[in-house]
């Protein structure tokens, strides 16, 4: 599949996200809504980053169930195995291999600057191991393995994107071009979703508020509880202005998922309290949402099929990325079979 996909010179795009949690709405919303068009306009490549989230210590019973659940809601959004490469990154040992040998191709201070090492260290601060601190080096081998040509990222991620071109291009400078200096893709129209609980914070995975967090596969109940229970304003106005940052969030949430401008939004709830659009953000929400859980209930009930389509993802994975292992130890010097 991905030799005749290169033959037609679409550019090859990278994404991977780790099992660490299932996907919030924010994700969704964000970036991965967007995924399944990818797979028309870019030889797509997709992964669940399992092999990262081990920087922290997670419980391998529920490791293993988020894989398994996230592999099966990036079915369940539209990613097609038969058009994108979709595979677990630990069942690739391509990954940890490129991984190491980049670890020798960057620099001490490099690593020391990146910002996510200095906030997890503060979050984890029983747990700073080295993983923590070389992961860039493994998410550079994720990136460069493939010649990915774009990676999308959001405007908070550049720095990681960064490290890796700046690590891809030392290599190269050495030893020629080896490897594709890839580009950041900053998709214009993901939203950025914020707390419900908070809306001066984005909304995250690891909220100790449960309030503030929608997950794709909350029961629709939990959905529309969360939402009433957004935090507001006490101005009664549906309208988007600065100061105004639960409003604003609701806005661009529903503005997402219904593709109305935000004229349009505040036509529809003039003279309306924020009880009634809330209800309605909550529902524009579980709509959207309905499809994919109905999918999800689907794959996760045939779990053989999920097996022998990540095994069949794995495959194509390691055919494409040993070509550029390959080349690069061959460039090194190493003793090749």
């Given at each position: 599949m991905s030799e005749e996909i290169k033959q037609e010179r679409k550019k090859r795009s990278l994404s991977l996200i780790q099992p660490t949690s299932i996907p919030t709405l924010g994700n969704y919303l964000g970036a991965m809504k967007g995924w399944p068009k990818f797979q028309d306009d870019f030889d797509t490549i997709f992964g669940i980053a399992d092999l990262h989230s081990i920087t922290v210590r997670q419980d391998p019973k529920k490791l293993r169930q988020q894989t398994l659940e996230l592999y099966a809601l990036l079915l369940s959004i539209g990613l097609d195995p038969e058009k994108s490469i979709l595979f677990i990154q630990s069942h690739v040992p391509q990954h940890s291999q490129l991984g190491w040998i980049l670890n020798c191709y960057t620099m001490f201070g490099e690593l020391s600057r990146m910002t996510q090492f200095k906030d997890k260290s503060q979050q984890h601060a029983d747990n700073v191991n080295s993983g923590l601190f070389t992961y860039p080096c493994l998410m550079a081998a994720d990136i460069l393995l493939y010649q990915a040509d774009i990676v999308p990222v959001g405007q908070d991620q550049k720095q990681h994107l960064e490290i890796t071109r700046d690590i891809a291009e030392r290599f190269n400078g050495i030893y020629g071009n080896v490897f594709t200096v890839p580009e950041p893709y900053i998709?214009?129209?993901?939203?950025?979703?914020?707390?419900?609980?908070?809306?001066?914070?984005?909304?995250?995975?690891?909220?100790?508020?449960?309030?503030?967090?929608?997950?794709?596969?909350?029961?629709?109940?939990?959905?529309?509880?969360?939402?009433?229970?957004?935090?507001?304003?006490?101005?009664?106005?549906?309208?988007?202005?600065?100061?105004?940052?639960?409003?604003?969030?609701?806005?661009?949430?529903?503005?997402?998922?219904?593709?109305?401008?935000?004229?349009?939004?505040?036509?529809?709830?003039?003279?309306?309290?924020?009880?009634?659009?809330?209800?309605?953000?909550?529902?524009?929400?579980?709509?959207?949402?309905?499809?994919?859980?109905?999918?999800?209930?689907?794959?996760?009930?045939?779990?053989?099929?999920?097996?022998?389509?990540?095994?069949?993802?794995?495959?194509?994975?390691?055919?494409?990325?040993?070509?550029?292992?390959?080349?690069?130890?061959?460039?090194?010097?190493?003793?090749?079979?």
């Open positions: 998709p214009k129209s993901g939203a950025r979703v914020m707390s419900l609980a908070d809306p001066t914070r984005k909304m995250s995975k690891s909220d100790p508020n449960p309030k503030g967090t929608v997950y794709l596969t909350d029961e629709p109940s939990v959905i529309m509880k969360k939402f009433k229970s957004a935090v507001t304003d006490s101005e009664m106005s549906v309208r988007y202005a600065e100061g105004k940052d639960g409003i604003n969030n609701l806005m661009t949430i529903y503005s997402a998922v219904t593709g109305k401008d935000y004229d349009e939004i505040e036509a529809e709830f003039a003279g309306k309290g924020y009880g009634d659009f809330k209800k309605a953000v909550g529902e524009a929400v579980v709509n959207e949402l309905e499809p994919v859980q109905k999918k999800f209930k689907e794959f996760m009930s045939d779990k053989a099929y999920l097996e022998e389509k990540w095994t069949a993802g794995a495959q194509l994975a390691q055919r494409v990325s040993q070509r550029t292992l390959d080349k690069a130890m061959k460039k090194i010097g190493f003793m090749m079979k």
